[in-house]
């Protein structure tokens, strides 16, 4: 086998798209999860072995966490999104904890958790970035078209095909790929204040409860019938696809230094540059 062929096989999900019958449920999620645990970028991608092994330099923390940003700050547009396009009163209650997470617990109990956009920008200023310098930075082409390719699914597709793409991809291979980032930051970005690593630690354990709820939500829109089970692979697919060229983008950049990547986003972005509030 070619080194090629081997490269895309990785890719490979063993979904058989010509079949008629719909597959049954604990066998159509089980092929979901074996596609995504074989391309899920945080177990595949260059960039991500190199993150995981302590390799990267403070300067490449830091610029990761400027193109990052805005993948992070859109999450609670998706899940409200979720919430938005969800077709009974059952779904929105089921969504409705996720987007409270994202949003802050803090709105309902002076103890919670901000916003988890507001802990990822504290894990930035642990690394001595401000927010100032993330909006005057340059982001990379791909983190454009994936962050604006999510919010797309997020407001125009039927909405178990979103949380497919979001619940069965990202929310499922979070909790394994952040605990193994937070024993890298142990082991070997040690500069980096244990507090400013709260981003991590929450969504290491939230998104095993996030995961499970999408599972539930679209499992009563797929059991049977496979037009809607082909609509939620290809889901997944895009969702896997959109992030590693994200970061391919991002590593791109890392390995050319110099070379023109991106561009500095409007205000507002990726929503629409107008209307916003003028604060």
């Not at 719909?22 to 177990?43: A, C, K, M, Q, R």
């Not at 009974?88 to 987007?99: A, C, V």
């Not at 919670?112 to 802990?119: D, E, F, I, R, T």
């Not at 390719?149 to 949380?163: D, G, H, Q, S, W």
Request: charge should be negative.
């Amino acid at each position: 086998m070619s080194k090629t062929h081997s490269y895309l096989q990785q890719y490979h999900t063993g979904y058989d798209w010509e079949r008629k019958n719909p597959y049954v449920l604990n066998d159509f999620f089980s092929i979901i999860d074996e596609f995504v645990e074989n391309s899920f970028y945080g177990n595949t991608h260059p960039l991500a072995k190199k993150l995981l092994a302590g390799e990267f330099s403070r300067e490449e923390l830091i610029f990761l966490a400027t193109q990052e940003y805005y993948y992070y700050w859109g999450t609670t547009w998706w899940n409200a999104f979720k919430i938005g396009n969800a077709d009974i009163l059952d779904h929105q209650r089921q969504l409705h904890d996720p987007l409270l997470d994202e949003l802050g617990t803090d709105l309902l109990d002076k103890n919670g958790l901000p916003a988890h956009s507001v802990l990822f920008l504290q894990y930035c200023e642990g690394i001595g970035l401000t927010l100032d310098e993330i909006k005057r930075s340059p982001i990379s082409s791909g983190v454009s078209l994936a962050i604006t390719e999510l919010l797309r699914i997020a407001k125009t597709r039927p909405n178990f095909e979103f949380i497919a793409c979001s619940n069965l991809v990202v929310e499922k291979m979070r909790p394994v790929f952040y605990s193994k980032l937070l024993q890298t930051f142990s082991d070997h970005y040690q500069w980096v204040p244990k507090k400013s690593l709260l981003f991590y630690e929450v969504h290491a354990h939230l998104d095993v409860h996030h995961t499970s709820i999408g599972k539930k939500v679209v499992s009563e829109y797929v059991f049977d019938n496979k037009r809607d089970q082909d609509s939620v692979f290809s889901a997944v697919i895009r969702s896997t696809a959109l992030r590693k060229v994200m970061y391919d983008s991002i590593y791109q950049a890392m390995l050319t230094p110099g070379l023109e990547y991106g561009f500095i986003p409007w205000p507002n972005f990726p929503l629409e540059p107008w209307p916003r509030p003028s604060k």
